[in-house]
Nanobody, 116 residues
């Protein structure tokens, strides 16, 4: 069982920045960030995959940067030039694989609000 704890949410003004963190209780080769607003589905934001790199949703490409610190099992999502549309609860998703059996784990979420 992998436990994920997010932090770093808060309220910023338009054009501001947030750095979200997700610390896992163990190693997750792939860690993703999703976000969700009330009444909507959870949308992919960014993926940080081992040493293979990162990928981003088109809506945040160029404004976000993901990174990981393996010794602490922590991944980060730096979000810049924030827009009101970025207001959401951000969830960390850790993916583990054992013998080809993939499991998904989720954190409790951290909320970010971008005020105009």
């Amino acid at each position: 069982q992998l436990r994920l704890v997010e932090s770093g949410g808060g309220t910023v003004e338009v054009g501001g920045s947030l750095t979200l963190s997700c610390t896992a209780s163990g190693r997750a080769p792939a860690t993703n960030w999703y976000r969700q607003t009330p009444g909507n589905e959870r949308d992919f934001v960014a993926g940080i995959i081992g040493n293979s790199g990162t990928n981003y949703a088109d809506s945040v490409k160029g404004r976000c940067s993901g990174s990981r610190d393996d010794p602490t099992n922590t991944v980060y999502l730096q979000m810049n030039n924030l827009e009101p549309e970025d207001s959401a609860t951000y969830y960390c998703n850790g993916v583990t694989s054992t013998g080809g059996d993939y499991k998904n784990y989720w954190g409790q979420g951290t909320h970010g609000t971008v005020s105009s």
